[in-house]
């Protein structure tokens, strides 16, 4: 058996009560099988991205062990969701959801299946995805682009605030 990978996981939501939601989905996480909890990071309130006529979003970011693989792993993230009340099927491209969960980086793999690109498309310039996983894993290496530190330092995070209290 092969050593547990290191995952990152960005959350997200901005329905409901989106930072319940969050902290249960990482509870979840780390319920996985073959799975722990490393760090989670603080809660972000940031701005709609790609659609803006929503609501603010709630965002944080994971580090995971796993023993999953990553098609596992992903199922088990989107299995998540729909436990939270997430419709995939009825949603816009960037419209607003109850709980979304990305799997940004599985280790240093570059992956390119349908339905599974790792690392996330377009991470290197997001900063509500960046901004949380700078806390948990900021020498994690993009593959391709650069370590999240290096990534975060590049972009305007003025859109990304940490929740008081959290």
């Given at each position: 058996?092969?050593?547990?990978?290191?995952?990152?996981v960005g959350l997200?939501?901005?329905?409901g009560?989106?930072e319940e939601t969050l902290?249960?989905?990482?509870?979840a996480l780390d319920?996985?099988?073959?799975?722990r909890?490393?760090?989670l990071s603080?809660l972000?309130?940031?701005r709609?991205?790609?659609?803006?006529?929503?609501?603010?979003?709630v965002?944080?970011a994971?580090?995971?062990e796993?023993?999953?693989a990553p098609?596992?792993?992903?199922?088990?993230?989107?299995?998540?969701?729909r436990?939270?009340g997430?419709e995939r099927?009825?949603e816009?491209r960037?419209g607003?959801?109850?709980?979304?969960l990305d799997?940004l980086l599985y280790g240093?793999?570059r992956?390119?299946r349908p339905?599974?690109?790792v690392?996330?498309?377009?991470?290197?310039?997001r900063?509500?995805?960046l901004?949380?996983?700078?806390?948990?894993?900021?020498e994690a290496?993009?593959?391709g682009?650069?370590?999240?530190?290096?990534?975060?330092r590049?972009?305007?995070?003025?859109?990304?605030?940490p929740?008081d209290?959290?």
């Amino acid at each position: 058996m092969s050593a547990p990978a290191r995952a990152c996981v960005g959350l997200g939501g901005n329905l409901g009560r989106p930072e319940e939601t969050l902290r249960r989905a990482a509870a979840a996480l780390d319920a996985l099988p073959g799975t722990r909890l490393v760090a989670l990071s603080r809660l972000y309130r940031t701005r709609a991205w790609g659609r803006t006529d929503q609501p603010d979003f709630v965002n944080a970011a994971a580090l995971l062990e796993t023993a999953l693989a990553p098609e596992a792993l992903l199922a088990a993230l989107l299995e998540i969701e729909r436990q939270a009340g997430r419709e995939r099927a009825a949603e816009e491209r960037w419209g607003p959801r109850v709980l979304d969960l990305d799997l940004l980086l599985y280790g240093d793999a570059r992956i390119e299946r349908p339905g599974l690109r790792v690392p996330h498309p377009h991470l290197h310039e997001r900063a509500f995805a960046l901004g949380p996983l700078a806390e948990v894993a900021p020498e994690a290496l993009v593959p391709g682009y650069g370590t999240v530190a290096a990534l975060l330092r590049t972009l305007d995070t003025s859109g990304v605030e940490p929740l008081d209290g959290a």
